[in-house]
């Protein structure tokens, strides 16, 4: 078993979240925080908890931070947590995480349970895989049907370093979201798996760190779409796209209140395309 965990933290701003994050690990662990803010206040933070602080220079997104950061990781061939900066988890929990990693020699990554600090509400972590048929079983309803693991969510995943020289890097071209699935996509089918670890407990504060809600279902559709199209093809991404359009329309004309609103405007992204809207709003803020 290596010898040791090392943690990455991708931050970007919300250096008070960061600081919660940092205390909690209690400096017992090596942890590098990779800045996609350049914000002073990251810097001091991270200097204040002795963790290693990079720059990145822009905007890298949750990938590129991710690459960036296992780059400059040490040569004692350890483990990575990834770590997000509005998530908590003590370092005996990790080494019970780490202690789970390696009782199998087939697995890629674990995960804890996750809650939400804010009100104790349990987040589901392991989700079924992205899938064209599988846009169609939610469409009808019968999404509760999908429980199969075969992805865990990124926010606290603590990821094997032999996996890591197998699978390969973090695909850059997911900006926000979707990059761990695709992932553990690319890990399953090398022959590796995933396993949740009920027994450990982290907190994580959904969406603390992604912006408006606009713009996280922008870049979260998005992501979705180029998983779809890198995974299953053209005729793969139209099948979902449909499958999510039939949804999202059924729900929108049946549902009332918050939820048929919000099935409107999933429809009206998936009409003109989750990639094109994205690149619009992005062109709408360019100076």
């Avoid at 209690?26 to 200097?47: I, K, M, Q």
Wanted: overall charge positive; aromatic content about 8%; proline content about 5%.
């Amino acid at each position: 078993m290596p010898q040791a965990v090392e943690v990455l933290v991708v931050a970007y701003g919300a250096s008070d979240l960061l600081d919660r994050c940092l205390a909690a690990l209690g400096g017992a662990l090596p942890v590098t925080v990779v800045d996609n803010s350049s914000e002073g206040a990251v810097s001091a933070v991270t200097s204040r908890h002795g963790a290693t602080y990079v720059d990145a220079g822009s905007n890298l997104g949750f990938a590129g931070g991710v690459n960036l950061g296992l780059r400059r990781r040490s040569q004692t061939r350890s483990d990575v947590l990834l770590l997000n900066p509005d998530a908590t988890i003590a370092p005996r929990d990790v080494t019970e995480l780490h202690t789970l990693l390696h009782t199998r020699p087939d697995l890629a990554a674990v995960a804890p349970s996750q809650v939400d600090p804010s009100d104790g509400n349990q987040a589901r972590v392991a989700w079924p895989f992205p899938t064209p048929w599988g846009a169609w079983i939610e469409a009808v309803g019968l999404g509760g049907l999908r429980r199969r693991h075969g992805f865990l969510i990124g926010s606290v995943l603590l990821l094997r370093a032999a996996a890591l020289d197998e699978v390969g890097p973090f695909d850059e071209r997911f900006f926000l979201y979707a990059e761990e699935t695709d992932w553990q996509k690319r890990a399953r089918d090398l022959g590796w798996r995933v396993a949740l670890c009920s027994s450990v407990t982290a907190t994580h504060v959904g969406a603390g760190t992604g912006g408006a809600t606009t713009e996280r279902e922008a870049h979260f559709h998005a992501s979705l779409e180029r998983y779809m199209r890198k995974h299953y093809g053209t005729t793969g991404w139209w099948l979902f796209r449909t499958g999510v359009l039939a949804g999202a329309l059924l729900r929108a004309l049946l549902v009332p209140g918050e939820r048929g609103r919000s099935a409107a405007a999933r429809f009206r992204l998936y009409r003109v395309g989750p990639c094109r809207a994205e690149e619009r709003s992005r062109a709408a803020v360019r100076p």
